[in-house]
Structures are given as structure tokens and as C-alpha cells.
């Protein structure tokens, strides 16, 4: 098991569009145990490459517990996956709020405006090509982590009025002031 320490809030990877992923790329099994690790360290439901300072197209999402605990009496439809080189085809339905967090932003939460439904291309961990389509919550978190490859943060969601409330705490975290469980790594 390897923890990596999560970037921070600040640091430019976090703002670059991610550079696909080759079917070669070294030591790709390892990096993505090792991003599961760091994710359920941090107790997330989703890591993308830039959040461990990697500018690649690559997120893990396992959304089992997070079904589990919003609504412990139907049966677990949540899922464990890996999305290399993803492209996002389609967005539809209504928008719906949800709060959101983010790793990368510890102790900040928003209301944030998504599409109930999404139909993505990518490539698993074996590089086979999938579509397949996901509704609410799996949408949210997939939307969520596609974002972070797209160098968009969840924070650029919200109303303009939200960011001005929140721009000490993100100038907190971009400078190591804040107190997390996780290992973070901060911009310099």
C-alpha cells in the first residue's frame, strides 16, 4: 500500500487539461492501486491524476459506500471503477444541487448545479474501451472527477458572490493552513 500525498488547492496541475494515457505506460498497475489507496485513506469516493500531481487522463471512483450510507435499505448499486482517457458524449436530464467536496479543497463544501445523467467513453484498467451511461449520484462523481482532467475545480461551479466568501479559505489551504488526516502536498 502506498498513500501519496494529495495537491492542494493553488497548485497549477490542478488547472491543466491532462495528457492521455498510453496502453505502455510504466508501472500503470501500481499507480492506480496506489491512487485507490490515497483515496480511501483520505476517506474520498474519487481521485483524479492531477489531485496526486500527475497531468493524466486517469480517475478511480468507488462509490459502494457511498450508497450505502445514503440509503442503507435498497441493495448496493454502487460501483468500483477505473476511467482512463475518458471523454464525456453526452449530458442530459435536469440539473439537480448536491453539496460537493473535494480532497484537493479540504473543509469546503458548495451547492453545485449538475446534469442527472451522462454517457462516457473510456478505457479500464486492462485497456478495454467501454460506453456506458450513469445517473445521479455516479454521474455527480464521475462529472466531479472528469472535471479535475479538464483543470476545472468544483469551486468554479458556484456563483461568483460564493467564491468572493470563500477566497480565505481556499488562500488558507494554497498555503498549508489548514489541519487534515491526509497527507497533503502544498504549492510553493
Known sequence: ????????????????????????????????????????????????????????????????????????????????KVFINPEILEESGKEWAYEEGCLSIPKVREIVHRKEHIKIRYFDENFTEHTDEFTDIHARVIQHEYDHIEGILF???????KKRLLKGKLDKISKGKVKIHYRMRFPS
Open 1 to 80: 500500500m502506498s498513500v501519496l500525498p494529495i495537491v492542494a488547492y493553488g497548485d497549477a496541475v490542478l488547472r491543466k487539461t491532462c495528457k492521455k494515457i498510453e496502453k505502455d505506460y510504466p508501472d500503470l498497475d501500481n499507480l492506480i492501486q496506489n491512487m485507490f489507496d490515497t483515496m480511501y485513506h483520505a476517506e474520498g469516493v474519487g481521485l483524479a491524476a492531477p489531485q496526486i500531481g500527475l497531468s493524466l487522463r486517469l480517475f478511480v471512483i468507488d462509490t459502494i459506500q457511498l450508497v450505502d450510507e445514503k440509503d442503507n435499505e435498497s441493495p448496493n448499486t454502487g460501483f468500483k
Open 155 to 161: 469551486t468554479d461551479h458556484i456563483s461568483v458572490i
